[in-house]
């Protein structure tokens, strides 16, 4: 099975800031690698597909990028409403999908 | 406007039986799979299969293979997760989730299962 890694598992940044998250897979997964934004009390939003594709509707500060085995997803510039726990998740040619530990995104 | 819907939460006792819908809306649904997604109070997600109503073709993670059955009834468009007899490790928020390529772009909105006696 591919593992993913996520990195960090929290952070917390200030409003306007550029935040990184980095999702690791254990083998190449080509570019089948997803991204989503899960707020308190809902379910988790498809925000990013095939690592670097925007969902509609999803503000151009989100992008993602990467290939193989490293992938990574960039909030340009922190807005409030960012605030939420997001995850990546791969799809393998066994057809099984693995989602990251996710990572927790706060305002400093 | 395309959804999935999910029941109410549940309680149940250990050993107990349990078969939770989600009801699909708004686009074709015996051709897309239909996912399913555990996440324990504070955790992560975790994949547990899919199931494609257009067959009723289903696929297993092997951490849910014989745990859970999933099936699917075209005629009211509904899919379904089932429990033959719940633990308490089974407390958790389901999610069903349609698949879209190797992605889930449209998520019911979670059924609460708990288990305690």
């Known amino acids: 099975d591919v593992q993913m890694t996520q990195s960090p598992s929290s952070l917390s940044a200030s409003v306007g800031d550029r935040v990184t998250i980095t999702c690791q897979a254990s083998?190449?997964?080509?570019?089948?690698l997803n991204w989503y934004q899960q707020k308190p009390g809902h379910p988790p939003k498809l925000l990013i597909s095939?690592?670097?594709d925007l969902e509609t509707g999803v503000p151009s500060r989100f992008s993602g990028s990467g290939s193989g085995t490293d992938f990574t997803l960039t909030i340009s510039s922190l807005q409030p409403e960012d605030i939420a726990t997001y995850f990546c998740?791969?799809?393998?040619?066994?057809?099984?999908?693995?989602f990251g530990q996710g990572t927790k995104l706060d305002i400093k | 406007e395309v959804q999935l819907v999910q029941s109410g939460a549940e309680v149940k006792k250990p050993g107990e039986s349990l078969k939770i819908p989600c009801k699909g809306s708004?686009?074709?649904?015996?051709?897309?799979?239909i996912g399913w997604v555990r996440q324990v109070p504070g955790k992560g997600l975790e994949w547990m299969g899919m199931?494609?109503?257009?067959?009723?073709?289903?696929r297993y993670s092997p951490s849910f293979q014989g745990q859970v059955t999933f099936s699917a009834d075209r005629s009211i468009t509904t899919a379904f997760l089932q429990w033959n007899s719940l633990k308490a490790s089974d407390t958790a928020m389901y999610f069903c989730?349609?698949?879209?390529?190797?992605?889930?772009?449209?998520w019911g909105q979670g059924t609460m299962v708990t288990v305690s006696s």
């Open positions: 989730a349609r698949r879209k390529l190797d992605a889930f772009d449209i």
């Open positions: 083998q190449d997964i080509s570019t089948y």
């Open positions: 095939e690592t670097s």
């Open positions: 998740q791969q799809y393998d040619r066994l057809s099984s999908f693995t």
């Open positions: 708004g686009y074709s649904f015996s051709t897309y799979w």
């Open positions: 199931v494609y109503p257009g067959d009723a073709e289903t």
